[in-house]
């Protein structure tokens, strides 16, 4: 009788392989976590883009006010606009605002007239999102004139400049942070640099 040959793989085999696969994570991970960063900034962008182009819409759309503000609890029963500050990480909600209400440019939590249409939570905790200035948020009118939440107009930020007011968001690595300008009309696009509208 023939004793059965046994199948498997070497100590060395083994060693090759473990080699191997340690190498391609070696080179895989970093640009995989590249890829991540990317995608989070980018969506934060867009989220920012797509409120902007709602609250001009519904503004245009209701021919009244309609703000988006920021907010430190954007999804409670109560939210309402905080004071002006360049952190915009909590938050911010896009509601309408009841000329007849009682406090102007302010959410009224109790006012039905001035429901909220979107509240958005930074979805990725790792993307920080700031303004170059302390804003409170923005108010669109009727005919679609973008304001700043207090009445003035977004040149008076910095009124040499023909886009003052921008958001900056920065990922983990600097390659992937970008920008989003808001032009004094109101305006917003995506800048090719971080940090600055060009």
Same mark, same amino acid.
């Given at each position: ?16 392989? !473990?080699?191997?696969a ?13 890829? !991540? ?15 902007l182009?709602?609250t ?19 999804? #409670? ?39 909220? !249409? ?12 700031? #303004? ?21 107009? !977004? ?14 968001? #920065? ?11 808001i ?16």
């Amino acid at each position: 009788m023939s004793a059965r040959r046994r199948r498997g793989v070497t100590l060395i085999e083994l060693l090759v392989v !473990i080699a191997i696969a340690a190498i391609l994570l070696a080179v895989g991970v970093p640009s995989f976590s590249t890829f !991540i960063d990317r995608n989070r900034v980018a969506g934060e962008v867009n989220e920012m883009l797509a409120d902007l182009a709602l609250t001009r819409s519904e503004a245009l759309a209701r021919r009244g006010r309609v703000i988006l503000c920021r907010s430190a609890d954007p999804v #409670a029963a109560h939210a309402a606009c905080d004071a002006a500050n360049a952190d915009w990480s909590s938050g911010w909600i896009v509601f309408v605002d009841n000329p007849n209400g009682a406090t102007p440019f302010q959410r009224d939590p109790a006012d039905p007239a001035e429901a909220v !249409i979107r509240a958005y939570v930074r979805t990725s905790p790792q993307v920080a999102i700031r #303004a170059n200035a302390a804003v409170a948020g923005l108010s669109v009118t009727a005919d679609g004139t973008v304001w700043l939440l207090n009445g003035d107009p !977004i040149s008076s930020l910095a009124p040499s400049q023909a886009e003052p007011l921008r958001f900056d968001f #920065a990922g983990a690595e600097n390659a992937n942070c970008r920008s989003l300008c808001i032009a004094t009309s109101g305006r917003a696009r995506t800048s090719s640099s971080f940090g600055a509208c060009t």
